[in-house]
């Protein structure tokens, strides 16, 4: 069946933009300017003074930028990095591709944002750096998290991927930590038209350090100070950020528009759990996730009717077949599971329609 409303629609926001990016692309080919430059550049700049920070550093994607923030702020094989269970699985892999060890931890039930008394209980001599991850769109608790870091020594990176313009009673996400790792990922709020990611920290040598890292370990063309990795912004990617990253605040009060219709048109639907905002969150809403039972008949039901959806993320990480050799079975996280095998994110986007936004809660009134 044809989709009535899809998940994300990111041909309405390439739309947007084209009038202002292709002119750009058409300049880059014919100047052949593919690495670096001054669309880099200004990106960079613009970034950063939108978050709050010194520093960014456009890289590849998202999963480089965590591994790359991780290297700056000195994890090394056998650190251990505590992390949520219900992440995505690239805030493990970027620690695991180093040789440190991801620690899981459970979620608040409220808003499966990280627990901070999970935090604490997890902490061990081998504990290095706390992420908290900013998850579906809205801050972590940094007012828990940043006094126990502090209390322990302990380094603060956090995994903004999914919380671009997301704030906080501590200030904005990307701004509130040691460093930080943002994917920018096409559906992303900030998203390029392909892979991209990047680094925010106020620490100037930090920044540098992940400069020549992502550029094989130099600065200075063939001399090597480090084993880098190939983790550059491609140039193409940078006028596409710049465009959306000037609609961002408009896109992403649109997206808050379309969660308080969903708010009131599920509010009287039994059988549904809605998402919720931590109090002095602003919440971006990159995704709304609401909780119901029967999961995965639901979303059968949906797809029937045409409604794309999504589940972030059905199975939390310590049960991937990925990390089984860390010995967590089922009922480890018990919060995080229980709410993996309910979750379900339904169409958002900016330029979602109150018509579409009806369609999909009488289709899942039906569904459920």
Do not use: C
């Not at 390029?192 to 920290?201: R, S």
Request: proline share 5%; glycine share 8%.
């Amino acid at each position: 069946m044809s989709t009535n409303v899809p998940f994300l629609d990111l041909a309405a926001q390439q739309a947007e933009v084209a009038d202002e990016v292709l002119p750009i692309w058409t300049a880059q080919f014919a100047a052949a300017g593919f690495i670096g430059g001054s669309e880099v550049e200004a990106f960079e700049r613009e970034y950063a003074e939108y978050i709050g920070v010194d520093h960014v550093v456009g890289v590849s994607n998202g999963t480089d930028a965590l591994e790359l923030a991780y290297r700056a702020v000195g994890v090394e094989p056998g650190d251990e990095v505590i992390m949520p269970a219900n992440t995505f699985i690239a805030t493990a892999e970027a620690a695991s591709r180093i040789g440190a060890v991801p620690v899981f931890v459970d979620v608040d039930d409220e808003h499966l944002l990280i627990d901070p008394a999970a935090i604490e209980a997890a902490i061990t001599p081998r504990t290095k750096v706390i992420v908290p991850v900013h998850l579906f769109g809205q801050t972590a608790p940094m007012e828990h998290v940043m006094p126990i870091a502090e209390k322990h020594g302990l380094i603060v990176v956090e995994d903004a991927a999914q919380s671009q313009g997301a704030s906080g009673a501590a200030g904005r996400a990307g701004a509130l930590g040691r460093i930080a790792a943002t994917s920018f990922y096409p559906g992303k709020n900030l998203g390029a038209a392909g892979d991209a990611g990047a680094v925010m920290t106020d620490d100037a040598d930090a920044a540098a350090l992940i400069r020549n890292l992502a550029a094989h370990g130099s600065t200075v063309k063939y001399v090597h100070d480090h084993i880098g990795m190939n983790a550059r912004l491609d140039a193409v990617q940078a006028p596409v950020l710049r465009a959306k990253l000037r609609r961002l605040d408009a896109w992403n009060a649109a997206r808050a528009a379309a969660a308080a219709r969903y708010a009131e048109l599920l509010s009287g639907i039994d059988g549904v759990r809605i998402a919720s905002v931590r109090p002095g969150n602003q919440d971006v809403w990159h995704l709304y996730v609401i909780r119901v039972e029967a999961r995965d008949r639901v979303v059968t039901g949906l797809a029937a009717a045409g409604i794309g959806v999504g589940i972030h993320y059905p199975t939390p990480v310590h049960l991937t077949e990925a990390y089984a050799r860390l010995g967590l079975r089922r009922g480890t996280f018990p919060v995080a599971e229980r709410a993996a095998d309910r979750i379900l994110s339904l169409p958002m986007f900016p330029h979602i329609t109150e018509a579409q936004q009806q369609t999909v809660v009488d289709a899942l009134e039906a569904a459920l």
